[in-house]
């Protein structure tokens, strides 16, 4: 009898401690389990952290670049015949910059110098000063010339003199002297731009609903005028139980990117207050089928006018004035 109870007992004794053994041994099982369920994510965090991070110390380098917006120190509509430009007082145009008194003149006409019939739209010439170009001018790393100009807003004629540059620029039916100067105060005083803190919370999926055929918005300026841009479709997400839209455009023929100019309720206090920009990548499924769309508001960066008085920038349509709070991206610049 007293055999059996022991046999009982240390039967018992062993199958508790089985069962010790098994609990003891589950525990790091499903330890593992769950650092394996988390090991991507949080490597694609990282990532996504380290991708975040290089992309804003490259918009940084941009922007404080010797050919970034910090050098633009003027923006001149010129008129009709000759506009005279360089650092002396009595120029049409003054470059208030370390440059030579007379470096050229900028003819604005009806037809080209050489006598041939009228082009459609008005031309564009450069004609030397008395006494000819400044030594070391140039017009696209080549020596000055005379001779018409390239006006193309992607890729104008340069007018170089050492770190000074000057490109003429479309506006409507009118055009303007843009001015750079790569040893300008506000290029020199850079000390950073300024973010909010990376959060995952604001890299979001958006459902595209393309436009079949893209549609024109008409996008304000800080000019008063309009560009008429084609908004290939919608982008909607949600953001804190809110549904939002955000109608992109497109800024070039290629269509690589969309561009989406907006405004969101910390215009009010943090953030730039006319607008800031987003480009992102395409829709999963293209631009004329459904499909998603990733919104990486992390990325908002602002326009060029948060960084001098001599930039015209695109404001935001209607629909991208959001009433939420996008606290991501790019704050305001302090000058």
Same mark, same amino acid.
């Given at each position: ?38 090991? !991507? +994510? ?9 991708q %975040? ?17 910090? /050098? %633009?120190?003027?923006?001149?509509? %010129?008129? !009709? ?5 360089g ?11 370390q ?36 030594p070391?001018? *140039? ?10 100009? /390239?006006?193309?807003?992607a890729?104008?004629?340069?007018? +170089? ?7 003429? %620029? ?5 055009f303007?002297l ?10 020199? #005083? ?25 549609r ?5 300026? #800080?000019?008063?005028? /309009? ?10 997400? *949600? ?15 290629? #269509? ?13 206090? =943090? =953030? ?7 480009h =992102?990548?395409?829709?999963?499924h293209?631009?004329?089928? !459904?499909? *998603? ?7 908002? @960066? ?9 930039? /015209?920038?695109?404001?935001?349509? @209607? ?15 302090a000058?």
């Amino acid at each position: 009898m007293m055999k059996s109870r022991r046999a009982d007992i240390f039967a018992f004794a062993l199958v508790l401690f089985s069962a010790g053994l098994w609990g003891m041994g589950a525990a790091p099982a499903r330890a593992q389990e769950a650092a394996a369920a988390t090991a !991507p +994510a949080n490597a694609d965090d990282a990532a996504w952290r380290q991708q %975040l991070a290089a992309w804003r110390a490259q918009r940084a380098s941009e922007v404080s670049s010797a050919d970034g917006w910090l /050098t %633009l120190v003027g923006l001149e509509w %010129l008129k !009709p015949g000759f506009n005279s430009f360089g650092a002396a007082k009595d120029n049409q145009i003054q470059v208030r910059a370390q440059a030579p008194d007379h470096i050229g003149l900028l003819t604005v006409s009806g037809s080209s110098r050489s006598g041939k019939p009228a082009q459609a739209g008005p031309i564009l010439q450069l004609l030397a000063p008395a006494g000819g170009f400044p030594p070391e001018l *140039t017009i696209d790393g080549a020596p000055a010339r005379e001779g018409q100009l /390239t006006v193309n807003n992607a890729k104008p004629s340069i007018i +170089a003199w050492r770190g000074v540059t000057l490109a003429v %620029l479309a506006r409507g039916d009118r055009f303007t002297l843009r001015i750079k100067d790569a040893d300008a105060p506000t290029r020199a #005083g850079f000390h950073g731009l300024n973010w909010y803190a990376p959060d995952p919370r604001f890299r979001l999926t958006a459902r595209w609903i393309p436009f079949n055929p893209p549609r024109i918005e008409k996008i304000p300026t #800080g000019l008063g005028s /309009t560009l008429d841009l084609p908004t290939p479709g919608i982008a909607e997400f *949600t953001l804190d139980g809110q549904t939002l839209r955000l109608a992109p455009v497109m800024e070039d023929r290629e #269509g690589k990117t969309l561009f989406f100019i907006l405004r969101d309720a910390t215009s009010q206090s =943090t =953030t730039y207050s006319a607008a800031r920009f987003l480009h =992102t990548g395409l829709p999963d499924h293209g631009l004329d089928q !459904p499909g *998603t769309l990733t919104l990486d508001f992390n990325r908002l @960066e602002n326009p060029a006018c948060a960084y001098t008085l001599y930039a /015209t920038c695109p404001l935001p349509p @209607e629909l991208n004035r959001l009433p939420a709070a996008l606290e991501a991206g790019e704050q305001r610049y302090a000058h």
